[in-house]
């Protein structure tokens, strides 16, 4: 995306169609390129969709389903920035060259990725922690490249002061967006974000911050507005993947309940119809979907009783049978 084009979206997005700037989180394993193609294709409501991250793999290569999932033939059409996970500048550098030569103009760099396997490498949360490399990375990837940069990042390893040291590095580089998770990468996914640090550190920085972690509904935006006067950024992950409709319920939209369930069936025929193009094995295409159901059938009032019969499914054909009965429960 162009910074014009760039600069017009947010222009339109916080005069026009409410105020409300909402990107999908990236969600390894979840929200890849089919999964953004549908959801953009059936409510088109998400302004920006972050690719999950792609890093340097055996034989200093980006693993194929992560280079497949970056390709801009599986992207057309469909507003994406990538993200990188790099623990130094060589890494860096592979990363973000074989994104300009898929013509990327922008990238997201993860400083917030919590997996032991990741942050001991000195990836993501490590990455933040680490300082001086974390300089070294800011002052190649803005001074080497063009590429309008943003930046994910948690609030430490164990610690949650950690951000409030590290936020001068980040604020003396000309991020496009800072976007923070306010977990520990100890906490993982468990609890709650807290959102008292999200709230400080809005306050201490003297920029926009974009929020993200745990929002369900437009009360959870509310109670961050309350606090943090002229907040409308957001990123969502789990919430869509658990009601794929939210993004256009928090933007205004309103649907009656037929419409609901018909827009949540057409999605998920069209997530079927493409991950058994895509994917081909029965069996891989059956396991995707049930990892959807896991989320999903929290949006529904018996999540149990609904997921049980999908997750006891051991066939495709099984559930091609049962899904659509089980939408309507
Ligand atoms: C299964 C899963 C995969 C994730 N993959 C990524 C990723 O590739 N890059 C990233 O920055 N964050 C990743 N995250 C973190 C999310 O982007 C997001 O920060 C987190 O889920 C909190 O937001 P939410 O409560 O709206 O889901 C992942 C989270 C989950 C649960």
Sequence with gaps: ????????????????????????APLQGFTDFVFRRCHHQVFGSIDTYY?????????????????????PENNQGIPVVPQVLCANVDELRLLADELKQLNYSSVNLNLGC????????GRGTGLLENDEMLRAVLDCLFS?????VSVKFRSGLVDDQTIFKEIDTLAAYPFSQLIFHPRTARQMYKGQANRDLFVRLASELNRPLVYNGDLANAGDLDAIQQAVAGQHH??????????????????????SDAQELNL??????????????????????????????????????????????????????????????????
């Design 264 to 329: 949540k069936a057409q999605f998920h025929q069209l997530l079927l119809d493409n991950y058994r193009e895509v994917l081909q094995d029965d069996g891989h295409v059956l396991l995707k979907m049930k990892q959807f159901w896991s989320y999903f059938s929290q949006s529904f009032e018996n999540p149990a009783k609904v997921f049980k019969p999908i997750k006891k499914a051991t066939k495709l054909a099984r559930y091609m049978e049962i899904y659509p009965s089980i939408l309507s429960m």
């Design 234 to 255: 957001w990123m969502i992950g789990r919430g869509v993947l658990i009601n794929p409709l939210l993004v256009n319920q928090l933007k205004g939209e309103e649907f």
């Design 51 to 71: 690719i999950p991250y792609i890093s340097v793999g055996k034989g200093k290569k980006i693993r194929n389903s992560q280079y497949r999932d970056v390709l």
């Design 114 to 121: 919590p997996y032991p396997m990741a942050t001991k490498r």
């Design 1 to 24: 995306m162009g910074l014009a084009t760039f600069v017009c979206k947010i222009v339109i997005n916080v005069f026009m169609s409410g105020k409300e700037i909402i990107d999908l």
């Design 144 to 148: 080497d490249y063009d590429f309008q």
